[in-house]
């Protein structure tokens, strides 16, 4: 099993949707957790951290279920410019981070 | 502004050619720095951890005498893919964690593309 799971996609969606991402993990002693977005041909940029509690950072909310080892994004209100690849990313106490392959979305017009 | 600075940008080159990518915190003194290959469509691997001071530090799979890492300064990171091929075209991305704070747990190079013809 990979450390860090996520459907590749393609998420193919219209603008104002709402979509959601789901990502396992395999190590139960992780401590950190974060969704990364990466465009095509770009570096990985911080999207937002993932907290216990769950946080929102505008139209994006982030969910972690320690219990079930998995995490989740959701997008609400989806724009063109949405359309990336949103990384799971997670670590542990030796601050490498380990990322999963990513999930594409699409938005279409 | 970019926090860690990668060059160079795009890389192409006659197979059996060596090629030196540098990694810079611009804003931090990093220990360690990361570095990554993301072949299309896949997810970035860590390739090996480099660290100042000491020997760089490889993942299984990961050849030591074909990526040559030198971590020199507390500010400089190279990678020098020797002996290129087409085979070793890919994405490289180097990163750098600031150990002074901060909650994201990475700042990333703009990275490199090398194409290996």
């Known amino acids: 099993r990979k450390e860090v799971e996520q459907d590749p996609g393609p998420f193919n969606v219209p603008e104002g949707a709402t979509v959601a991402f789901n990502c396992t993990y395999s190590n139960s002693a992780s401590q950190s957790f974060f969704w990364y977005r990466q465009d095509c041909r770009k570096e990985p940029k911080l999207l937002m951290s993932?907290?216990?509690s769950g946080n929102e950072d505008g139209r994006f909310t982030a969910q972690l279920n320690r219990a079930s080892q998995y995490i989740s994004l959701l997008i609400r209100d989806s724009k063109l410019s949405d359309s990336a690849t949103y990384l799971c990313?997670?670590?542990?106490?030796?601050?490498?981070?380990?990322f999963g392959r990513g999930t594409s979305l699409i938005v279409h017009p | 502004g970019a926090v860690v600075s990668q060059h160079p940008s795009w890389v192409i080159c006659k197979s059996g050619t060596s090629v030196k990518i540098e990694c810079r915190s611009l804003?931090?003194?990093?220990?360690?720095m990361f570095w990554y290959r993301q072949f299309p469509k896949q997810s970035l691997m860590l390739m090996a951890t480099?660290?100042?001071?000491?020997?760089?530090?490889?993942e299984q799979g990961v050849e030591k005498d074909k990526f040559l890492i030198n971590h020199a300064s507390l500010t400089l990171s190279t990678l020098t893919v020797t002996s290129a091929h087409p085979e070793d075209s890919s994405f490289y991305i180097c990163s750098a964690r600031d150990p002074t704070g901060g909650s994201q747990p990475q700042h990333f190079g703009d990275g490199t593309r090398l194409s290996i013809l």
């Open positions: 990313v997670v670590r542990g106490g030796s601050y490498i981070p380990t």
């Open positions: 804003d931090f003194q990093a220990t360690t």
């Open positions: 993932v907290y216990s």
């Open positions: 480099s660290n100042e001071g000491s020997k760089a530090t490889y």
